[in-house]
């Protein structure tokens, strides 16, 4: 039996993937997934956000095999920091595109990728107010 191309992707390919094979931003829902397995393709923390299309809330549904860990939360929050560190240098370096197409992706992806970390780390110390690990799905307004 032939399978799509993309069946076994789930926890290989998201959000900064497409931008980097494909040039473009999707729109929700959205997968990201940090901290590659040693010697493997698959990631050890991912989940996809979306966007409820009433009420414009967004929800995270965590895809790893478990929640975050505190020392991958302490990651992800180092990421964070960083990424809000470079706010100028960001900026600058986006100045010196030529095309407004790549200032748009570029800006967008850094913003998306912030709030998308900002929401992980939120949702992983609400754990207990998400549910457990079968129910994995928590929503925060946007």
């Not at 997934?33 to 050890?44: A, C, I, S």
């Not at 809000?84 to 570029?106: F, K, P, R």
């Not at 992806?109 to 992983?124: D, N, P, V």
Request: charged letters at 20%.
């Amino acid at each position: 039996e032939n399978e799509p191309a993309c069946a076994n992707t789930a926890k290989t390919f998201g959000t900064q993937h497409l931008v980097w094979e494909y040039g473009f931003l999707e729109s929700f829902p959205r997968r990201w997934m940090f901290l590659k397995k040693p010697d493997q393709n698959e990631y050890q923390v991912v989940f996809e956000q979306d966007q409820d299309d009433t009420t414009g809330e967004i929800s995270i549904e965590w895809l790893s095999d478990e929640l975050p860990s505190n020392l991958q939360i302490e990651w992800m929050q180092g990421q964070l920091n960083r990424l809000e560190g470079i706010a100028n240098n960001v900026t600058m370096a986006i100045a010196t595109l030529e095309h407004d197409y790549e200032v748009s992706l570029a800006l967008d992806y850094y913003e998306a990728l912030k709030f998308a970390l900002s929401q992980a780390i939120g949702s992983s110390f609400k754990s207990s107010q998400c549910g457990s690990h079968e129910d994995s799905t928590c929503t925060t307004s946007s």
